[in-house]
C-alpha cells in the first residue's frame, strides 16, 4: 500500500520553465490537496479538490493550476517558475467524513 | 480566519526527559480539531496525535499526550521519555470539519514549527 505518491522527489527549473507535479493516492480518498513549506510559515495551502471534477483555490494560489486528472490523481503546474516558487511541495488526501490527512513525501523544488 | 501560533521556534531536551511543546490558536468554530505533526530529517508529514475539540479527555498516543485548554485556546503536546528518535520539526494544525453532504474537503492551518533537538 503506496498511500500518497509524489513525482519526482526532486527538481531543479530555471526561471521561466515550466513543469508538472504529480501526486497519486491509492487510499479510494475523495478529497486532494495541494501545500508549500517555507521556512518560518509553515504549510500553506495552494489549491484542493474536495472530489473528482472539482478545485478550488487556497491560500497561496497565484502562479499555479491544477488539474484533477480521476479520482486517484491531483497534480499541480508551474507555467512560469519564479524564484519565489522555490520550496517544498506536499500533496494530501482525505476520505470524506474523516479528519485524517495523508500525506506524500514531498518534493523540493528549486528556481535559479 | 482561524490562525495558529507556535512561539518556540527551537527546543532541545535530553535523553529520557520530558518537554512540552506550545500552541495556541484562533478560532470562532465550536466544533473543531486539533492536530500535532512530526516532520523528520526524511520530511515526510506524521501525524502525532489528534484532539477533537467537543471531547474533553485529552489525546494520549504512548509517549505522547496534549494538553488541551478549549477556553484559553491552548493545545500544547508533552512528549514523555524523549527519544533520539524524536528530534523532528513538530507542527500545530488546525481543521474546521466540513460536512459530507456535498463533499465538502477538510483543509489544514498550520503553524510555523518547533524544532526539537533530543540530546544524548
Known amino acids: 500500500n503506496a498511500g500518497v505518491t509524489q513525482t519526482p522527489k526532486f527538481q531543479v527549473l530555471k526561471t521561466g520553465q515550466s513543469m508538472t507535479l504529480q501526486c497519486a493516492q491509492d487510499?479510494?480518498?475523495?478529497?486532494m490537496y495541494w501545500y508549500r513549506q517555507d521556512p518560518g510559515m509553515g504549510l500553506r495551502l495552494i489549491y484542493y479538490?474536495?472530489?473528482?471534477?472539482?478545485?478550488d483555490k487556497g491560500e497561496v494560489p497565484n502562479g499555479y493550476n491544477v488539474s484533477r486528472l480521476n479520482k486517484r490523481e491531483f497534480s499541480l503546474r508551474l507555467e512560469s517558475a519564479a524564484p519565489s516558487q522555490t520550496s517544498v511541495y506536499f500533496c494530501?488526501?482525505?476520505?470524506?467524513?474523516?479528519?485524517?490527512?495523508?500525506f506524500g513525501q514531498g518534493t523540493r523544488l528549486t528556481v535559479v | 480566519a482561524q490562525t495558529v501560533t507556535q512561539s518556540q521556534p527551537e527546543m532541545s531536551v535530553q535523553e529520557a526527559e520530558t518537554v512540552t511543546l506550545s500552541c495556541t490558536y484562533d478560532?470562532?468554530?465550536?466544533?473543531?480539531?486539533l492536530f500535532w505533526y512530526k516532520q523528520p530529517p526524511s520530511r515526510q508529514m506524521i501525524l502525532v496525535i489528534r484532539?477533537?475539540?467537543?471531547?474533553?479527555q485529552n489525546a494520549t498516543e504512548n509517549r505522547f499526550s496534549v494538553n488541551f485548554q478549549k477556553a484559553a485556546k491552548s493545545f500544547s503536546l508533552k512528549i514523555s521519555d524523549s527519544q533520539l528518535g524524536d528530534t523532528a520539526m513538530y507542527f500545530c494544525?488546525?481543521?474546521?470539519?466540513?460536512?459530507?453532504?456535498?463533499?465538502?474537503?477538510?483543509?489544514?492551518?498550520f503553524g510555523t514549527g518547533t524544532l526539537l533537538a533530543v540530546q544524548p
Open positions: 478560532t470562532s468554530e465550536n466544533n473543531y480539531y
Open positions: 487510499m479510494n480518498h475523495n478529497s
Open positions: 479538490s474536495a472530489s473528482e471534477g472539482t478545485t
Open positions: 494544525a488546525f481543521m474546521k470539519p466540513a460536512g459530507i453532504r456535498g463533499g465538502a474537503t477538510n483543509k489544514l492551518i
Open positions: 484532539q477533537e475539540a467537543y471531547k474533553q
Open positions: 494530501a488526501s482525505s476520505l470524506w467524513g474523516r479528519p485524517e490527512a495523508f
